[in-house]
């Protein structure tokens, strides 16, 4: 079957760069937001989230940006691995309702 | 460690059977979410429960129906398959409605 990574952007990064994915998120009522990465042919994995009252928040390796004036987030991965390849999408949640997913970005790391 | 699984990871169907996918969650959260994925089009919401026996249609429930009996398993159900509904089914669960989701590994479905 064809892969969940067909027909989106692309991001290709040497090993050892740091890599940035960005999202665009669609509501301003929005106050939580999650990052997952999904490798080819499993599940979607929890990275780190973000709450709306933040603008930043670190986890291993991995930090999150929030700038709700222009609705973006971005995913910042420090010293990218060959593991990290994967595809990597936002989810946001608007107000009190169940997450919307973003379509994703596929992360490509060259050796 | 939140434990979601599938009963299948690979499935093959004809046209006209009727289809179970069963998803099992072991953290006691109260919502499970059925998704189907497909490239371009990313996740989209077939159905989600909050209890059990309680349901909620999402984007696309056309052709589908859900089951719920006990907390910890979700059941999704294609009543009669085509081949349209060829794609990646996954399964999630969160303890609040609008927490964070965790996946489990995706039933890939084929119908023939």
Redesign the interface.
């Known amino acids: 079957?064809?892969?969940?990574?067909?027909?989106?952007p692309t991001l290709s990064v040497q090993e050892g760069d740091n890599s940035i994915i960005n999202c665009a998120y669609s509501n301003s009522a929005s106050d939580?937001f999650?990052w997952?990465k999904q490798e080819s042919?499993?599940?979607?994995?929890?990275i780190i989230?973000i709450r709306s009252n933040m603008d930043k928040r670190q986890g291993q390796r991995v930090t999150v940006l929030l700038n709700k004036t222009v609705k973006h987030l971005s995913l910042q991965i420090a010293a990218t691995q060959p593991g990290d390849s994967a595809v990597y999408?936002c989810?946001e949640?608007p107000g009190?309702?169940?997450?919307t997913?973003?379509?994703?970005t596929m992360l490509l790391v060259s050796p | 460690d939140v434990k979601v699984t599938q009963s299948s990871r690979y499935l093959v169907k004809r046209t006209g059977e009727k289809v179970f996918l069963e998803c099992v969650q072991d953290m006691d959260h109260e919502n499970m979410f059925w998704y189907r994925q497909d490239p371009g089009l990313g996740l989209r919401l077939i159905y989600f429960s909050y209890d059990v026996k309680m349901k909620e249609k999402g984007d696309i429930p056309e052709g589908y129906s859900v089951s719920r009996e006990k907390k910890e398993r979700f059941s999704l159900i294609l009543e009669s398959a085509s081949t349209n509904q060829t794609s990646m089914y996954l399964c999630a669960s969160s303890l609040d409605t609008g927490g964070a989701q965790y996946f489990g590994p995706g039933t890939r479905l084929t119908v023939l």
């Open positions: 079957g064809e892969s969940v990574g067909l027909h989106l939580y999650i997952y042919g499993k599940g979607p994995q929890f989230d999408f989810a949640r009190y309702s169940t997450l997913f973003g379509k994703g």
